[in-house]
């Protein structure tokens, strides 16, 4: 949930010490275990992959932990990626994910990805990064 926390309020590599130091502020980094160095040392080794580089660059636009609402059977549903990104020509979702892969998760992007388009987004792209192993999976 600390890792989640700190992709959910960075827009680029250029905010992860001032999240790492509002984290130890808050008391959320406190012992030997969990330090902003420890986790600075696991974000630059994922940050490698130039995919997960290039998410975390100041080409996009960042809508992070933005709610899409949709209408489905008279009701409004809310839907919460962890990050959506422009560059104006495309969409990108990434899902945040630090188990084991599950199928649900594949349909979560998914419908993300759909509600996008029905929004008018015609180039929308879809992943999942399970942050501890590394592992991207592209959503078709």
């Not at 199928?103 to 015609?122: I, S």
Request: hydrophobic share 35%.
């Amino acid at each position: 949930s600390i890792l989640h926390e700190v992709f959910s309020t960075i827009r680029t590599t250029a905010d992860i010490p001032e999240a790492l130091q509002r984290l130890q502020f808050e008391g959320v980094l406190y012992d030997e275990q969990i330090t902003a160095e420890r986790i600075t040392t696991m974000l630059k080794k994922r940050l490698e992959d130039k995919r997960v580089s290039d998410w975390f660059s100041p080409r996009w636009t960042l809508f992070n932990e933005c709610s899409i609402l949709s209408i489905e059977e008279g009701e409004v549903k809310e839907r919460r990626p962890d990050r959506v990104m422009t560059d104006g020509q495309q969409m990108v979702v990434v899902d945040f994910k630090f188990g084991r892969p599950r199928d649900e998760y594949q349909e979560q992007v998914r419908e993300y990805m759909e509600l996008l388009r029905h929004m008018g987004y015609q180039q929308v792209s879809g992943y999942l990064w399970f942050v501890y192993s590394n592992k991207i999976e592209e959503v078709k």
